[in-house]
């Protein structure tokens, strides 16, 4: 049973920072894709940023040169550095992991982050 726990989220004022972790549960090796989807009230959830096991990163127009995603195998961890925050970067944040070989897609449950103005 895979397992996506993810930590570090929390009310922040604008221009300001936030780390987010996601700690899967045994080796990360197994997904093709991680990262992290974002879904603000009454709106769809959106990609924000992936990375591919080789290191190949993704990011939504909206956050790129602001926010930056990277993993650490060792601890079985992928993070989300936000600087620059602004007030509508405030949603719900999931991490997301695919296993392609299985056709699997696995969430976490997710932590809000709130950007105050």
């Known amino acids: 049973q895979v397992q996506l726990v993810e930590s570090g989220g929390g009310l922040v004022q604008a221009g300001g920072s936030l780390r987010l972790s996601c700690a899967a549960s045994?080796?990360?090796?197994?997904?093709?894709?991680m990262g992290w989807y974002r879904q603000a009230p009454g709106k769809q959830r959106d990609l924000v940023a992936v990375?591919?096991?080789?290191?190949?990163?993704t990011y939504a127009d909206s956050v790129e040169g602001r926010f930056t995603l990277s993993r650490d195998n060792a601890k079985n961890t992928v993070y989300l550095q936000m600087n620059s925050l602004k007030p509508e970067d405030t949603a719900v944040y999931y991490c997301?992991?695919?296993?392609?070989?299985?056709?699997?897609?696995?969430w976490g449950e997710g932590t809000l982050v709130t950007v105050s103005s």
């Open positions: 045994g080796s990360i090796f197994r997904f093709n894709v």
């Open positions: 990375i591919t096991n080789g290191g190949r990163t």
């Open positions: 997301h992991a695919r296993q392609g070989y299985y056709d699997k897609d696995y």
